[in-house]
């Protein structure tokens, strides 16, 4: 038995666990919208805004993945409103025709897609074909926007300095990803012209998966979103916060707007269009990592055009089709006739709201 003294000192320890102090998080489907007391009209949303100097009709971007987005996808979604980003270290800028590399990894078996990925992303990225490619989303009748990697941090080379990056590019630099409130202040305090939110969200994402990282969107996005208020009382300037990844459905789409964020950045949706040159596949842009990819190739399919999936009419009771009809529908009953007013609607923890009464059809 402990003598007095030991209980004593016992008694007066504190210990600290790290699951003490667990921040509670919240994704799409622990949240719902709340009514208010007014309604409006569908027809009477606004959703038009601009982006980084870019006029958007909906507030819609393309993802920069090569299943989703190429100069004939881009001229597609800029025709209804939306705008495409296309990545500059993909396919597009490493092959004179990539339908053919496209068609090789859509149609590749499961255990032999991640060589091939590995294999068709190690050849060279060629200048020449940048400037071709910009010529070709310019001539589809879209502005040309573009995604690259920045170098990080690292002892083995200069780290890109973020500041001096945007202080002398003659065009807007929208950075990302980020889920963090303080790192989005300081990307805001670097010139970024936008902020993408998300880490591993995505349907072709692995990444929370092999490296255990990632905080649920809701979450992210409202964290990210308090940043750009606070940036914006503080200097007047307003930094767009664009929700990257983890909507599926027009209800999701709304929520991430309901959270905080300013535009939508789809990918794995859209890559079910038509249009989209991944012949019904999607993969992140991390898979063709040789050694540690951090994206798979999943199947999508291919279900209609991108203007049925965008703008109806559907022809599925799930929520995957006509997203905008449905994002407008969502705004008008919650009497939102803008988005910024759509980023005040009344947000609550409701975990079962997916579920309750619904076992008829989870039956089906």
Known sequence: MLDQSASASANRRVFRSKVDGLRPTYGFEDVSLAPGTDTIEPADVELGQEFCGIPLGIPILASAMDAVVDPRFAGAIAALGGLAILNLEGVQTRYDDPDEILGRIAAAAEGDVHDLLAGAYAAPIREALIARRLDEIHAAGSRAAVSA?????????????????????????????????????????????????????????????????????????????????????????????????????????????????????????????????????????????????????????????????????????????NLIGALRQSMAALGARTIRDMQRVEMVYAPSVATEGKSWQRSR
């Open 149 to 321: 990697s920045a170098r990080h941090l690292a002892s083995g080379y200069d780290p890109l300095s973020l500041e001096d990056f945007t202080r002398f590019m003659p065009i807007p630099v929208a950075v990302g990803n980020t889920t963090n409130s303080e790192a989005a202040f300081a990307l805001m305090e670097q010139g970024a012209a936008a902020v993408f939110v998300g880490v591993g969200p995505g349907a072709a994402c692995t990444t929370r998966e092999v490296l255990g990282i990632g905080i649920p969107q809701v979450t992210a996005i409202s964290d990210v979103a308090a940043a750009r208020d606070a940036y914006e009382a503080e200097t007047g300037r307003y930094v767009p916060v664009v929700a990257d990844g983890g909507m599926r459905r027009g209800g999701e789409l709304a929520k991430a707007l309901a959270a905080g964020a300013d535009v939508l950045m789809l990918g794995s949706p859209l890559a079910r269009a038509e249009e989209a040159p991944g012949g019904g596949m999607n993969w992140g842009m991390a898979a063709p990592s040789p050694t540690l990819p951090r994206g798979t190739r999943i199947k999508v399919g291919t279900v209609g055009t991108l203007e049925r999936i965008l703008l109806g009419p559907a022809h599925v009771t799930d929520g995957s089709e």
